[in-house]
């Protein structure tokens, strides 16, 4: 049956920190997942070169090229970013640069799912807003409900294990990553009914 084919996701983390409350998100996720769903963590975006349209000029880094190929290679795309001054970190502006110059266009018609995480009361809430906009040029398929944004992130992770443990924001969460599997399975019979938008 197609509806159950397995499916393979992967998340790009938009922090560098080593206790990251977001990384810990990321970590969590393969656990919330349904059945046959496999997550797994893109290469670092702190592995990318800052752009530089000279440096494309002589060839694109192994690790642009690298993470292009397994976004392309993926079934669905899921950005677990903080927000960094109303906004997204830096260095994930710059792993989304890299990777919109790629030829194959690794992000066109990709079903894209955004969380955040925040110590503050709105849990990264503008950083997805102007990740979205990006979204639009990059011509993404992402899906816009249920958002998820962790806020006072800090009292919802245990800082040993690396691991969310807020049961309210598992739950939250589980269920969002089974909407975003009925979303990509709907976007694949849409590609499959119309193949030019494959
Ligand atoms: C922040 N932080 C922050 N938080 C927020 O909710 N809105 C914001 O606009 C900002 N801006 C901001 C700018 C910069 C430069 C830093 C370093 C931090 C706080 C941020 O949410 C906090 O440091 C998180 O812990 C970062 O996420 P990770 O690294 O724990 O995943």
């Known amino acids: 049956m197609p509806s159950e084919a397995p499916l393979t996701l992967v998340t790009m983390l938009g922090s560098l920190r080593r206790g990251s409350y977001n ?27 800052l752009y530089n349209a000279d440096l494309q000029a002589e060839g694109f880094p192994a690790a642009v090229r690298r993470v292009g190929e397994e976004i392309g290679a993926a079934d669905g795309l899921i950005f677990v970013t903080p927000e960094y001054n109303y906004s997204v970190p830096g260095v994930l502006k710059n792993a989304i640069d890299w990777l919109s110059r790629l030829p194959e266009k690794p992000f066109k018609h990709k079903p894209v799912l955004i969380q955040s995480a925040s110590p503050g009361l709105l849990g990264g809430a503008r950083a997805q807003y102007h990740l979205r906009q990006m979204l639009v040029y990059l011509d993404t398929y992402a899906m816009n409900v249920p958002e998820v ?16 443990t807020d049961q309210a924001s598992r739950d939250f969460i589980a269920g969002q990553l089974k909407a975003f599997v009925a979303f990509i399975r709907d976007m694949q019979a849409f590609a499959r009914d119309r193949p030019s938008r494959a």
């Open 149 to 164: 944004m962790v806020n006072q992130v800090a009292s919802k992770v245990d800082e040993t294990s690396g691991r969310l």
């Open 23 to 49: 990384a810990a998100i990321a970590r969590s996720l393969p656990e919330l997942a349904p059945p046959s769903v496999t997550i797994a963590a893109l290469g670092s975006v702190g592995d990318f070169p």
